[in-house]
């Protein structure tokens, strides 16, 4: 390497030993990166010349090539799109190469001497690389979508291989990464490659094949789990690895460890519609989750079936008490009359079409049910809490709910003026309700839900089970 660009390579690590990960490293072979209404300009010379640069990792021949495209084809990805809408695609077709990066060694093997340190921890994580080097290959990090749909942790070339399917406006995109030091979970990525791609929508879903089950699992919670899967909630459930992240809580797992597929059977002794092991590193300990398909066909659902080595009991949910909303504009309210309004109350809504008779029934008042009718309650929950019939001068807030294993506490706050402090007289249902995250209870089962005032009263106490 000559002297001119050992400089370069030096400068441009020690840019990321300042920036500490904030920003995207700029590589020498990156840096006039196509954009994609731009046709990559390749002259011999330049193509020789990245065929030096390249390691054994980042060249394969057509073959392999061919059937590592026929690999991702077909793959089914559950994407989360900037306005929170989420949708299954299909990739249905891989086109042409619209960028290719070698690795240079000397950068890659001091960037991993960084993550050994400490430092540049994102490069760990393919989705994270993809992101933070997307400004140089045309992409938007905060408007485009980024979905890891495969990870392989040894390759045929020995290295970890991992695609991220990238969404651009109307396009999409399949971004190839390799970990050019050695496979691992400590181990940096790299940007190879990345090509065109065609996806469409799956096909709607069977009846689900059920046949015999898988012993040991609750079947009611996981119908239900199912059936929120199928109504177009929960899609993170038909992704293995969002599975073992989210339902890994339960076993005292976080969002700081290391998940990685060691294992994925379309068919098992244990589970015939299909088996996934997953291999958690946690504290620096080696544990595997088992997750299984309770039904058959595109659409199932994965679980958990038991987590071996951890310390936890499986099962056993998270018991320290966990803020999951709250807010201080209601902290200066205080309730000076002796009682509430009379029709004081609380509700738990999750589906308008199901409950709006019965809360009806329940004598809520028809502001507030009018007022849930336009709440989108796809993937949410509502806790709502209201005074009776009052005057204006009065009103009610939630300030703070949190949850701790089964149970789930909405703290509320009411407030009116002074007793001999005048009041306006009108006629008025104050009302305030939250959102919840609908994975909260389709995931823990039946949650206990219980609501207390400003004085520790309790307001009312509700039993959900989505």
């Known amino acids: 390497m000559n002297s001119k660009y050992k400089k370069l390579v030096i400068a441009i690590?020690?840019?990321?030993?300042?920036?500490?990960?904030?920003?995207?490293?700029?590589?020498?072979?990156?840096?006039?990166?196509i954009k994609w209404d731009k046709k990559p300009i390749q002259t011999q010379?330049?193509?020789e010349e990245i065929d030096k640069a390249a390691t054994p990792a980042a060249v394969t021949n057509n073959q392999q090539e061919n059937e590592e495209n026929e690999q991702i084809m077909n793959t089914e990805a559950v994407?989360?799109?900037s306005n929170d809408t989420v949708r299954r695609v299909v990739v249905s077709s891989i086109?042409?190469?619209t960028a290719t990066v070698p690795i240079e060694q000397v950068i890659v093997d001091k960037l991993q001497q960084e993550?050994?340190?400490?430092n540049q921890q994102w490069l760990l994580d393919p989705v994270s690389v993809v992101k933070n080097n997307a400004a140089k290959y045309g992409f938007d990090?905060?408007?485009?979508?980024?979905?890891?749909?495969?990870?392989?942790?040894?390759?045929?070339?020995?290295?970890?291989k991992a695609y991220v399917l990238v969404g651009h406006n109307a396009a999409?995109?399949?971004?190839?990464?390799?970990?050019?030091?050695?496979?691992?979970?400590?181990?940096i990525w790299q940007i190879v490659s990345i090509k065109e791609a065609t996806v469409t929508q799956p096909q709607k879903p069977n009846k689900p094949d059920v046949g015999p089950g898988v012993e040991g699992l609750d079947y009611d919670r996981v119908i239900k789990w199912q059936q929120a899967v199928d109504a177009g909630r929960e899609l993170w459930r038909l992704d293995p690895m969002q599975v073992a992240k989210n339902e890994g809580k339960n076993y005292g797992f976080s969002d700081k460890d290391q998940f990685t597929v060691i294992r994925k059977l379309n068919s098992s002794p244990l589970s015939r519609h299909g088996q996934v092991d997953v291999e958690v590193i946690h504290n620096d300990k080696k544990y595997t989750m088992i997750l299984v398909k309770p039904f058959g066909g595109n659409d199932a659902i994965w679980t958990t079936y038991k987590v071996t080595?951890?310390?936890?009991?499986?099962?056993?949910?998270?018991?320290?008490?966990?803020?999951?909303?709250?807010?201080?504009?209601?902290?200066?309210?205080?309730?000076f009359l002796p009682q509430y309004p009379q029709g004081t109350g609380v509700a738990a809504m999750y589906s308008y079409d199901l409950q709006a008779k019965n809360m009806r029934m329940q004598q809520v008042p028809q502001a507030v049910i009018d007022k849930l009718q336009k709440v989108d309650l796809a993937n949410k929950a509502a806790l709502v809490a209201y005074l009776g019939g009052t005057s204006s001068s009065n009103n009610i807030g939630i300030e703070k709910v949190t949850v701790k294993g089964s149970e789930l506490t909405v703290s509320v706050k009411a407030k009116s003026p002074r007793i001999d402090a005048p009041m306006t007289m009108d006629y008025v249902n104050p009302f305030d309700y939250v959102l919840i995250d609908r994975s909260l209870f389709e995931t823990a089962g039946d949650m206990n839900v219980t609501f207390i005032d400003q004085n520790k009263k309790v307001l009312g106490k509700i039993k959900m089970s989505l």
């Open 115 to 118: 993550v050994d340190r400490g």
């Open 309 to 335: 080595g951890t310390v936890i009991k499986p099962g056993t949910p998270i018991v320290d008490e966990k803020v999951i909303y709250s807010t201080d504009k209601y902290k200066n309210w205080q309730w």
């Open 45 to 47: 010379a330049a193509i």
């Open 141 to 160: 990090a905060k408007k485009d979508s980024f979905t890891l749909i495969s990870h392989v942790a040894n390759s045929p070339s020995r290295t970890g």
């Open 95 to 97: 086109g042409k190469q």
């Open 13 to 33: 690590t020690g840019a990321a030993f300042i920036t500490g990960g904030l920003s995207p490293i700029l590589f020498p072979h990156a840096m006039a990166a």
């Open 79 to 81: 994407i989360t799109e």
């Open 172 to 187: 999409f995109y399949i971004v190839e990464l390799i970990q050019p030091t050695s496979s691992g979970h400590n181990k």
